[in-house]
């Protein structure tokens, strides 16, 4: 359901606007403000023909704030009416979440501050993004605040040490992977189908994502078919990665499995590189404690 602000007037001609934004956060929990001639909205603005919501957000943060932005999840949509310039207009909104993934690589267009989350709320000219901070706090429970500190494993995990930690994040509230399948040409595709029909009942509906690896920088996020993650998907699991969570079987003649990725609430928290046997966690502060109490080695990135 697309939530709406303001009162529409017979009299009034309106123009449509397709926006998208995004609530940019840092490790703390503050929320990303660029500031405008006399008012403060989240970094974004208005789509141009041909260009997706997230080319949108990446191409209005590198103009208005002058860095590249790493967006995780879609926090849903907005309209609202508003006047500006003696203007009167429809804004259809999309907003997303994101970290800022480089350093100002480009002259920005606006001053951006970092506020909290409760004090942008104050602060934003439109209603629609107070709206959205708010769906973000929500959707955090602003316990682990944003996608949390990105550490790395140390070292590759045997097999043991995997399904522990993939019982510790789910006791920690992960509740859906994504994984991808690689078939060889021409090869039976018993193992994929296996895999379906074990899995088939816990399908979720696909979703924008983060992912660790791809193509072009700008598809880092993108939509990606998901599962729920419980002690039942977490048995498939071990049968498909039987070395654990960087099982490489590159030369098996079925195929194979790599580059699982968890989430939690839509916040990628732990994430797999198989070829380069990487592993990344996204994690509150506590909880880097407590992996490194079930004997996992990290170190902050």
Same mark, same amino acid.
Not at 141 to 160: D, F, K, W
């Given at each position: 359901?697309?939530?709406?602000?303001?009162?529409?007037?017979?009299?009034?001609?309106?123009?449509?606007?397709?926006?998208?934004?995004?609530?940019?956060? +840092?490790?703390?929990?503050? @929320?990303?403000?660029?500031?405008?001639?006399?008012?403060?909205?989240?970094?974004?603005?208005?789509?141009?023909?041909?260009?997706?919501?997230?080319?949108?957000?990446?191409?209005?943060?590198?103009?208005?704030?002058?860095?590249?932005?790493?967006?995780?999840?879609?926090?849903?949509?907005?309209?609202?009416?508003?006047?500006?310039?003696?203007?009167?207009?429809?804004?259809?909104?999309?907003?997303?979440?994101?970290?800022?993934?480089?350093?100002?690589?480009?002259?920005?267009? *606006? +001053?951006?501050?970092?506020?909290?989350?409760?004090?942008?709320?104050?602060?934003?000219?439109?209603?629609? *993004?107070?709206?959205?901070?708010?769906?973000?706090?929500?959707?955090?429970?602003? #316990?682990?605040?944003?996608?949390?500190?990105?550490?790395?494993?140390?070292?590759?995990?045997?097999?043991?040490?995997?399904?522990?930690? =993939?019982?510790?994040?789910?006791?920690?509230?992960?509740?859906?992977?994504?994984?991808?399948?690689?078939? @060889?040409?021409?090869?039976?595709?018993?193992?994929?189908?296996?895999?379906?029909?074990? @899995?088939?009942?816990?399908?979720?509906?696909?979703?924008?994502?983060?992912?660790?690896?791809?193509?072009?920088?700008?598809?880092?996020?993108?939509?990606?078919?998901?599962?729920?993650?419980?002690?039942?998907?977490?048995?498939?699991?071990?049968?498909?990665?039987?070395?654990?969570?960087?099982?490489?079987?590159?030369?098996?003649?079925?195929?194979?499995?790599? +580059?699982?990725?968890?989430?939690?609430?839509?916040?990628?928290?732990?994430?797999?590189?198989? #070829?380069?046997?990487?592993?990344?966690?996204?994690?509150?502060?506590?909880?880097?404690?407590?992996?490194?109490? =079930?004997?996992?080695?990290?170190?902050?990135?």
């Amino acid at each position: 359901m697309t939530i709406r602000f303001g009162k529409e007037q017979a009299d009034v001609s309106y123009t449509d606007r397709c926006c998208a934004y995004a609530v940019i956060t +840092d490790p703390s929990g503050n @929320v990303a403000l660029v500031r405008g001639a006399d008012a403060y909205f989240l970094p974004g603005g208005g789509m141009v023909d041909g260009e997706t919501k997230a080319g949108t957000i990446h191409r209005e943060v590198l103009e208005e704030c002058g860095r590249q932005v790493r967006l995780t999840l879609t926090l849903g949509e907005a309209n609202e009416l508003f006047e500006a310039g003696g203007r009167h207009y429809r804004m259809q909104a999309t907003f997303m979440v994101g970290r800022f993934s480089s350093e100002v690589i480009a002259p920005p267009e *606006h +001053d951006l501050l970092w506020r909290s989350a409760s004090e942008a709320v104050s602060l934003v000219r439109h209603k629609s *993004h107070a709206w959205a901070i708010e769906q973000w706090m929500r959707r955090c429970n602003y #316990i682990v605040t944003g996608p949390g500190i990105e550490c790395q494993i140390a070292e590759a995990l045997s097999a043991e040490q995997s399904w522990r930690l =993939l019982d510790w994040c789910i006791s920690r509230g992960a509740d859906e992977f994504a994984i991808e399948g690689l078939a @060889v040409e021409g090869a039976s595709t018993s193992i994929f189908d296996s895999f379906d029909r074990q @899995v088939v009942a816990y399908r979720r509906q696909p979703q924008l994502r983060q992912h660790l690896t791809a193509f072009t920088t700008d598809n880092m996020s993108r939509m990606t078919e998901l599962w729920t993650l419980n002690q039942s998907t977490l048995d498939v699991l071990k049968q498909v990665l039987p070395d654990g969570l960087f099982t490489k079987d590159l030369g098996t003649s079925k195929g194979w499995f790599e +580059d699982l990725l968890v989430y939690r609430k839509g916040w990628m928290m732990l994430g797999i590189v198989t #070829i380069d046997t990487e592993g990344y966690l996204f994690l509150g502060e506590s909880e880097m404690s407590e992996v490194e109490s =079930l004997g996992i080695r990290l170190k902050r990135s």
